[in-house]
């Protein structure tokens, strides 16, 4: 009997998830990227660089350094576009998929602490970078109601 490809699963998700946010990205009106709601809501450009932030943790502690997480004022810039966003997704998911696909069992298990000060073990940090993108996926679809839009843009529209 084989066992279950986790790491398979995974980025299989990923690639649904990035298509799925990728739709929701081109939903968001241009002049709406970066406009924040009510004086207190983060703008779509940062929620997606938000989203993207543990991409680069997880591959630099896959290859054993000890990243921080002060990579955000670079990817806000990187994501002030639609368009950047978008290639920012795509960039850093292929290479999270790549360092994922070569860690090993050991690297995957062991326990790192999350940048919340927390023990966790390495691939449930993987999972959680994963699942962030779903989170902020539906924040972008919340920010679609709010201008009036009740297209399912990840279904098709």
Same mark, same amino acid.
């Given at each position: 009997?084989?066992g279950i490809?986790?790491?398979?699963y995974l !980025?299989g998700w990923?690639?649904?998830l990035v298509?799925m946010y990728?739709a929701d990205?081109n939903?968001?009106p241009d002049?709406?990227?970066n406009? %924040?709601?009510?004086g207190?809501?983060?703008? !779509?450009?940062?929620?997606?660089?938000?989203?993207?932030?543990?991409f680069?943790?997880c591959v630099?502690?896959?290859?054993? $350094?000890s990243?921080?997480?002060?990579?955000?004022?670079a990817?806000k810039a990187?994501?002030a %576009?639609?368009q950047? !966003?978008?290639d920012t997704?795509?960039?850093? %998911?292929?290479?999270?998929t790549?360092a994922l696909?070569g860690?090993?069992?050991?690297?995957?298990?062991?326990?790192v602490?999350a940048?919340?000060q927390?023990?966790?073990?390495?691939?449930?940090?993987?999972q959680?970078a994963?699942?962030h993108i779903?989170?902020?996926?539906?924040q972008l $679809?919340?920010i679609?109601?709010?201008?009036?839009?009740?297209?399912?843009?990840?279904?098709?529209?």
């Open positions: 009997m084989q490809d986790a790491r398979g !980025a990923l690639q649904g298509s990728t990205i939903g968001i002049d709406k990227w406009a %924040t709601f009510g207190c809501t983060r703008p !779509a450009s940062e929620l997606v660089a938000d989203s993207l932030s543990l680069g943790w630099e502690t896959i290859k054993g $350094n990243p921080g997480m002060d990579g955000m004022d990817l990187a994501c %576009t639609k950047g !966003a978008i997704l795509n960039k850093v %998911t292929v290479e999270f790549e696909e860690a090993s069992d050991e690297t995957l298990q062991k326990e602490m940048p919340w927390m023990p966790t073990p390495l691939f449930m940090m993987c959680i994963v699942s779903w989170y902020h996926d539906g $679809n919340y679609h109601c709010m201008l009036g839009d009740d297209k399912i843009y990840w279904m098709g529209g």
